[in-house]
T-cell receptor, first 116, second 112 residues
């Protein structure tokens, strides 16, 4: 089946630094990708929706200047957490919608970010 | 708006026990319903889905039937295994172009 990869799977950084997380669709093209955040023992919270070649749409309460999203190609979206702080520590999951089979959405394995 | 409610966990069962995780939803129109599973330290994997009323989704021994009259999509398995220990999320999507709405998740622990 289709696969969505994320890199890195885990990252530890110092407070104040920026971290980039990549999300790739490996065997399909994705015009739309989604970024979720999951706090410990909680459900997924949609952060933003990105469409290839256009600006991302952020959910209410999500700071667009803090969580920069770039969807430069049909197979790659990146999430950059800028000036990270300990409260940004979380599990970030991306999801990609198949361009052809639009009712199908695949989830990546997630990236665990720890900010010291 | 659309919403999903799941039974609160954690649920702890012995191996080979019967499993039911309740899920009810609120939505306008005719949403598609999903169960996703998240194993420790991993992302979400689609377990099963149903796209219209009375459809039954099934996979790996798990089943769920789309009940429009009770707005429910309960997950069942006749005999759980230790390897089924995970967090299970019920979700809906109003239409193919809409975002998923996830329930809070139910943690299942199966003891040998």
């Amino acid at each position: 089946g289709a696969v969505v990869s994320q890199h890195p799977s885990r990252v530890i950084c110092k407070s104040g630094t920026s971290v980039k997380i990549e999300c790739r669709s490996l065997d399909f093209q994705a015009t739309t990708m989604f970024w979720y955040r999951q706090f410990p023992k909680q459900s997924l919270m949609l952060m933003a929706t990105s469409n290839e070649g256009s600006k991302a749409t952020y959910e209410q309460g999500v700071e667009k200047d803090k969580f920069l999203i770039n969807h430069a190609s049909l197979t790659l979206s990146t999430l950059t957490v800028t000036s990270a702080h300990p409260e940004d520590s979380s599990f970030y999951i991306c999801s990609a919608r198949d361009r052809v089979v639009t009712d199908t959405q695949y989830f990546g394995p997630g990236t665990r970010l720890t900010v010291l | 708006g659309n919403s999903v409610t799941q039974m609160e966990g954690p649920v702890t069962l012995s191996e080979e026990a019967f499993l039911t995780i309740n899920c009810t939803y609120t939505a306008t129109g005719y949403p598609s319903l999903f169960w996703y599973v998240q194993y420790p330290g991993e992302g979400l994997q689609l377990l099963l889905k149903a796209t219209k009323a009375d459809d039954k989704g099934s996979n790996k021994g798990f089943e769920a039937t789309y009940r429009k009259e009770t707005t429910s999509f309960h997950l069942e398995k006749g005999s759980v295994q230790v390897s089924d220990s995970a967090v299970y999320f019920c979700a809906l999507r109003g239409s193919p172009g809409q975002n998923f709405v996830f329930g809070p998740g139910t943690r299942l622990s199966v003891l040998p």
